[in-house]
């Protein structure tokens, strides 16, 4: 491999000694496959804005002027927190790094035209491995910040995806739930905020569920699709559930709880709902192009009606069948974090 690389560079060399251009790098035959271009999409994921509830949120991509506000009051009191860089030894950039990472994200959510952007939101408990999922389908490692003390990051984090100067969607990293530890008053905030953004935040258009496999659907998973129930049952907002750590189980196993969760969804599942079921690993990258496409595809679509409870004919429960992708099963691993 270093004798190619050299004797190209001695050719360059001796192109540019003639006055010639040196030699064009081959352009790849290979067409472009969906999941790579939504991978190669979902890679432009960057920081745009943090904020611990709904009215900082932007609208329509564009930051509210109280959110900014009350940054600048925040910052001025000396008490705001760094966002999604707030959890000691989380390996958050520092100093400048991280001041300059921040700083282009605000002025980004400041500047973007508005206008409705798909808004796809991941969550999941604690310890189904979120942080870890975000950062491999976004190809970068520390996009979503973990911290290393479960539930403690108590913000919902957005990062901008698509062309830098018009992006077209945005991706929201929402705290995680059922860590013990965390005092009960701030689970019942973070309850409130979290049930008031998936039944109320307009601009979603897709939920990411990330499930450990080998748990299955938690009593808290199923409450947390209460808040979005009636939203997905319409087909509103899109479901996909991301059933992680999947290289710990074989491919019986990994059959075996795609059916059960099939199993446990049929109450959301209308004509009119978008309802998926996908194993994953982040170590193997067991259906990270699955995810990637699925996202990409809500993203991309045409813009749905406007959500409405009075509208006749949503189709009964349990018409339709969730999809789920469970090939490829993946041998049996102890890594952490996937």
């Given at each position: ?254 059959s075996a709880i795609v059916a059960q969760v099939q199993k446990e969804l049929p109450v959301l599942a209308t004509e009119d709902s978008d309802i998926a079921i996908t194993l994953f690993s982040a170590l193997s990258k067991q259906g990270l192009e699955d995810v990637a496409e699925v996202i990409y595809d809500w993203a991309h679509r045409p813009p749905r009606e406007p959500y409405d409870e009075d509208d006749e004919g949503l189709g009964e429960a349990g ?20």
């Amino acid at each position: 491999m270093r004798a190619k690389a050299s004797a190209k560079a001695k050719a360059d060399a001796k192109a540019r000694e003639q006055g010639l251009a040196p030699a064009a790098k081959p352009v790849s035959s290979e067409p472009m496959t969906p999941g790579k271009r939504a991978l190669a999409w979902t890679h432009t994921a960057r920081f745009l804005t943090t904020a611990s509830q709904l009215r900082h949120l932007p609208v329509n991509g564009v930051l509210p002027a109280e959110a900014r506000a009350a940054r600048e009051a925040a910052e001025a009191a000396g008490e705001f927190d760094g966002g999604p860089f707030d959890d000691a030894g989380a390996g958050a950039p520092e100093g400048d790094a991280g001041a300059a990472i921040a700083g282009e994200g605000e002025a980004l959510a400041q500047d973007l035209t508005p206008r409705q952007l798909p808004e796809i939101a991941f969550v999941g408990r604690s310890n189904a491995g979120k942080s870890t999922a975000v950062n491999t389908l976004a190809q970068q490692k520390r996009l979503a910040f973990a911290s290393k003390t479960p539930g403690r990051t108590q913000h919902i984090n957005l990062f901008a995806v698509g062309p830098r100067d018009a992006p077209d969607a945005l991706f929201a990293d929402l705290p995680g739930y059922g860590y013990a530890a965390v005092a009960r008053d701030a689970k019942l905030r973070w309850q409130r905020v979290m049930a008031d953004y998936l039944s109320e935040r307009e601009s979603l258009s897709g939920v990411v569920l990330m499930v450990d496999s080998r748990l299955g659907l938690t009593d808290l998973d199923k409450q947390l699709l209460e808040f979005v129930s009636d939203r997905v049952t319409a087909g509103e907002v899109s479901l996909l559930v991301v059933l992680t750590k999947a290289d710990k189980l074989n491919r019986k196993e990994g059959s075996a709880i795609v059916a059960q969760v099939q199993k446990e969804l049929p109450v959301l599942a209308t004509e009119d709902s978008d309802i998926a079921i996908t194993l994953f690993s982040a170590l193997s990258k067991q259906g990270l192009e699955d995810v990637a496409e699925v996202i990409y595809d809500w993203a991309h679509r045409p813009p749905r009606e406007p959500y409405d409870e009075d509208d006749e004919g949503l189709g009964e429960a349990g018409a339709g069948e969730p999809q789920s992708s469970a090939e490829g099963g993946a041998e049996d691993a102890d890594a952490a974090g996937h």
